[in-house]
């Protein structure tokens, strides 16, 4: 497999008071190609600031981060967005579904930055849905879908531009025990088919769907482990 991203001694320190107050402390790990890693760590651990640097939402303070062949530590912020757009597919806690579009308008929304037509667009859109099993729920607007179903629209939206990694941020929070099980078994499968995806969660329980889990405190990895199969 080939690595997709690389970090290599990444720091990130915030002003504060007139000091630096350290947030993550030379991180240094790789995601393969085809991997699923979950980044699992406590509220105040600097698993939310690395969601960001992975993202491409923020840059490190020092140290390197190679995402798909591409340094982008020291971008500038238009490259950055153009990259983010193109590499990284996200999905949040809470959904951020529009709500005034349907399923298959939501999905399709990335796709407004890529030359393509609007039938070429929706049948993109559509194709992803169908792979995450709502097919027939395309012109349901959020209001009218479970939160699972929500959850099932963002994963599509995040596929739906063929970025080469899925970033999900706490991607169960929000939702019962019974259909968080759910969205995870999808991570599973979107995983079996090849897809890239690094998760973070607070969740031990959550962290052992991945194949490999990274645990960090007080902005350093403390634990970088496989998962083993149940």
Same mark, same amino acid.
């Given at each position: 497999?080939?690595?997709?991203?690389?970090?290599?001694?990444?720091?990130?320190?915030?002003?504060?008071?007139?000091?630096?107050?350290?947030a993550? #402390? /030379?991180?240094?790990?790789?995601?393969?190609?085809?991997?699923?890693?979950?980044?699992?760590?406590?509220?105040?651990?600097?698993?939310?600031?690395?969601?960001?640097?992975?993202?491409?939402?923020d840059?490190?303070?020092?140290?390197?981060?190679?995402?798909?062949?591409?340094?982008?530590?020291a971008?500038? /912020?238009?490259?950055?967005?153009?990259?983010? #757009?193109?590499?990284?597919?996200?999905?949040?806690?809470?959904?951020?579904?529009?709500?005034?579009?349907?399923?298959?308008?939501?999905?399709?929304l990335?796709?407004?930055?890529?030359?393509?037509?609007?039938a070429?667009?929706? /049948?993109r859109?559509?194709?992803?849905?169908?792979?995450?099993?709502?097919? /027939?729920?395309?012109?349901?607007?959020?209001?009218?879908?479970?939160?699972?179903?929500?959850?099932?629209?963002?994963?599509a939206?995040?596929?739906?531009?063929?970025?080469?990694?899925?970033?999900?941020?706490?991607p169960?929070?929000?939702?019962?025990?019974?259909?968080?099980?759910?969205?995870?078994?999808?991570?599973?499968?979107?995983?079996?088919?090849?897809?890239?995806?690094?998760?973070?969660?607070?969740?031990?329980?959550v962290a052992?769907?991945?194949?490999?889990?990274?645990?960090?405190?007080?902005g350093?990895?403390?634990?970088? #482990?496989e998962?083993?199969?149940?």
């Open positions: 497999m080939a690595a997709i991203a690389i970090l290599d001694k990444v720091s990130k320190r915030y002003p504060m008071a007139g000091q630096e107050v350290p993550l #402390r /030379e991180i240094s790990f790789t995601v393969q190609s085809g991997e699923f890693v979950s980044i699992m760590g406590p509220s105040g651990s600097g698993k939310t600031t690395l969601m960001h640097i992975l993202g491409c939402l840059v490190p303070s020092s140290g390197s981060y190679v995402l798909n062949g591409i340094e982008v530590s971008l500038s /912020e238009m490259r950055l967005t153009d990259v983010r #757009r193109k590499q990284i597919g996200f999905v949040f806690q809470n959904f951020n579904l529009i709500s005034t579009l349907n399923a298959v308008e939501n999905v399709a990335p796709l407004v930055y890529q030359r393509l037509s609007q070429e667009q929706h /049948e859109a559509a194709a992803a849905l169908e792979h995450v099993g709502l097919k /027939e729920r395309m012109k349901y607007r959020p209001n009218q879908l479970s939160g699972g179903q929500q959850q099932r629209v963002a994963i939206r995040a596929m739906v531009t063929q970025a080469p990694i899925i970033l999900a941020d706490e169960t929070g929000n939702l019962d025990s019974q259909t968080g099980h759910e969205v995870l078994e999808l991570f599973a499968k979107l995983s079996r088919d090849g897809h890239t995806i690094v998760m973070i969660t607070h969740d031990h329980e052992t769907w991945g194949q490999r889990t990274i645990e960090i405190k007080d350093r990895i403390v634990a970088d #482990r998962v083993v199969a149940q």
